[in-house]
């Protein structure tokens, strides 16, 4: 059953209330032909070491404001939306922003949520998301989702106000160091206190963060730059010494590389989320479909190479499938590709593919033996990597090298057969949540966009949601925010309105950035939003189940509803089922934001409320999904143990010998 959706994004304005006017709108100060639609090229090819520079159609050389240069070069670099709060710092750029044609502003209720969507924009489209705020706390309020965009590769162009330049150093009224702040988190930042410098700025911002490894930029802008006058021309000519990201391998390495990977017994493709920032996921299929290789995608990768092919045995990692980690932990050969041997992979890093040979691909050359030491290395962008590698092993099957590695399929096989993902409903007739993810995607279908939260609800739609399409799942991986799903999936809806987009959260992220449920109503971005709702910080309470003789500590989210509270539950709850009174009672929260809302407590009706969802689209939904306590993640790998030491559950391990 596929979801039908309508346009999403139309700015909503109540009707007979044009927008006003204040004069001339930056395009037209700009006197410029309509920008070309899309965003600057996400690739640089550029191997020489000249100088780089933005070039949308030119714009005759205008006297303008800064802020007017600012909002010009947005457009020109063909920014549709920007998410953001006005601010004292940041507010002449409002000015110019409220006649632009071509650049929508949605007004988020914090800066965190214009943050989370600019990076969803960026994840679900390809293209750089935007975000502004103004000084101090509103730029401060940035930094999670900047961290989280630096740590997942995310490329986010944050723009803030900051106090006048003869305040900055001072102490001013709501001044914050915020290019010092971000220093660590951002791939570059920008402190500009001349209106000349803006549009060059932004240019350099966007290149920066489009190119190489993707990231997120800063670009700090002084309030009397805002205001002062200048020359406005376009396309600007811009010089970054140092900054020329490599994309080509070097094809000694690559052919090396082919050289092993047709001579291994027991090959694995170790596949990251750069093979789907590179666009590469075609290239990955063909490289697999060539060498026969098993492949294993990371979470970030979900959906890089398609979750129903043949050749993949699923995710590795702390919970991962067991044929995954045991693929890795018994390779003789791991071919990395935009991977970065995280520790949520590779668990005990001294135990991990002990006897495996690494070979390592990457746009980044400092992750490039930096966890695990690679044998052969390779810098380069994915795409064009696994472009060489096809052309290499086809060389070295001509030549007579192809391995028989039927031995090993017949293991993995084992293992896939006799450790296949699962989970056991309830016993006590409450909701498993498990089977309300799995019924999500089975109903939903591929072709939705999925965005989850942090903790067990997101491993489990890793797990139990076929992912068949690289840009269809977001999550934050490498800094697990809590909070980031509604505003991520909110600025995936923007980027891709005609796509249905799903968030799995759970109850605890849920409630740390729900108010942008304002901004999706107000701005008519329909999600919907499934609450994986146990009353529980629930990966926690499985941490305190395992780890800590089952000491909940602060981990229960509503104790009026797990204790002493007078309401009966649903009919057949047992004493796993979230019951009783509700704080909040996420129906009414959902109803209050003008969303319509929903409330799932049988199992026998998990389908029912999903297809209700399903048929509404024009305005956002949320189903509360009451489901049961104490459902845990497996598999599972404990941190800091070896991935050898992979648990079934509770106490189950696999055996590694098994064979057909």
Not at 30 to 42: E, S
Not at 176 to 187: E, F, S, Y
Not at 575 to 597: I, N, Q
Request: aromatic residues 6%; proline residues 7%.
């Amino acid at each position: 059953m596929t979801e039908q959706t309508t346009t999403a994004g139309a700015r909503a304005r109540p009707a007979g209330s044009p927008r006003q006017s204040h004069g001339p709108s930056p395009r037209d100060l700009a006197a410029r032909t309509p920008a070309r639609d899309g965003a600057p090229a996400t690739r640089s090819d550029r191997q020489d070491g000249a100088a780089d520079s933005v070039s949308p159609p030119a714009a005759a050389p205008t006297e303008m404001t800064g802020a007017q240069a600012l909002v010009c070069a947005l457009e020109q670099l063909g920014v549709d939306v920007v998410f953001g709060i006005p601010g004292g710092a940041i507010l002449p750029a409002y000015d110019p922003l409220f006649d632009s044609r071509t650049v929508r502003h949605i007004l988020v209720r914090h800066e965190q949520g214009a943050g989370h969507a600019a990076a969803g924009y960026a994840q679900a489209t390809g293209r750089p998301g935007v975000c502004i705020a103004t000084s101090g706390p509103g730029a401060t309020n940035l930094v999670t989702p900047l961290a989280d965009a630096y740590m997942d590769s995310v490329p986010v162009v944050a723009i803030t106000g900051q106090v006048t330049s003869g305040l900055i150093g001072t102490d001013g009224f709501q001044e914050a160091d915020i290019a010092g702040i971000t220093l660590p988190i951002t791939k570059h930042n920008f402190l500009v206190t001349r209106a000349g410098d803006i549009a060059r700025t932004i240019a350099e911002a966007f290149h920066v963060a489009s190119t190489g490894r993707p990231g997120p930029v800063l670009v700090d802008i002084a309030k009397d730059a805002l205001q002062a006058t200048t020359t406005f021309h376009w396309p600007v000519h811009f010089d970054l010494p140092g900054y020329h990201p490599v994309t080509r391998p070097h094809s000694r390495q690559v052919r090396e590389a082919a050289r092993m990977m047709t001579t291994a017994q027991r090959p694995v493709l170790y596949v990251g989320g750069g093979v789907i920032k590179a666009g590469a996921s075609a290239e990955l299929a063909e490289l697999a479909e060539l060498t026969g290789m098993p492949v294993v995608t990371t979470l970030m990768a979900r959906g890089g190479f398609p979750s129903s092919h043949r050749l993949n045995l699923g995710m590795p990692g702390m919970h991962g499938t067991v044929a995954a980690v045991g693929a890795l932990q018994k390779a003789d050969l791991v071919v990395a590709l935009g991977a970065r041997f995280d520790d949520r992979v590779t668990g005990r890093l001294d135990s991990f593919a002990s006897g495996a040979a690494i070979i390592h691909a990457d746009i980044d050359p400092a992750e490039i033996s930096k966890n695990r030491h690679a044998d052969v290395p390779i810098v380069g962008d994915c795409r064009e990597v696994i472009t060489e590698l096809l052309g290499a092993v086809r060389a070295e099957h001509q030549a007579g090298h192809q391995p028989d590695i039927s031995a090993w399929w017949s293991q993995l096989l084992a293992w896939q057969t006799t450790y296949p993902l699962g989970y056991t409903d309830p016993a006590d007739g409450s909701v498993s949540p498990q089977r309300v993810v799995e019924r999500i995607g089975q109903l939903v279908g591929p072709d939705a966009i999925y965005v989850a939260g942090v903790g067990q609800h997101q491993m489990w739609a890793a797990q139990f949601i076929s992912h068949e399409r690289p840009r269809h799942w977001l999550n934050s991986g490498g800094l697990g925010t809590m909070g980031y799903a509604v505003p991520a999936a909110m600025g995936a809806k923007v980027g891709c309105p005609q796509t249905p987009v799903w968030v799995i959260d759970g109850d605890g992220c849920f409630q740390m950035t729900n108010q942008e449920l304002a901004t999706c109503t107000v701005e008519g971005i329909p999600i919907k939003v499934a609450i994986i709702n146990n009353g529980n910080l629930g990966m926690v309470r499985q941490w305190q189940t395992l780890f800590y003789n089952e000491r909940y500590s602060n981990t229960d989210l509503d104790r009026a509803a797990q204790h002493d509270s007078p309401q009966p539950g649903p009919a057949g709850a047992g004493p796993g089922a979230v019951t009783g009174t509700r704080v909040p009672d996420f129906v009414k929260l959902a109803e209050a934001y003008g969303c319509a809302a929903l409330r799932c407590e049988q199992a026998d009706r998990i389908d029912e409320v999903i297809e209700e969802a399903m048929k509404i689209n024009d305005r956002p939904v949320v189903i509360d999904f009451i489901v049961h306590r104490d459902a845990m993640v497996w598999p599972m790998v404990a941190a800091g143990t070896s991935n050898d030491d992979i648990l079934l559950a509770r106490d189950m391990a696999p055996e590694w010998d098994v064979t057909e």
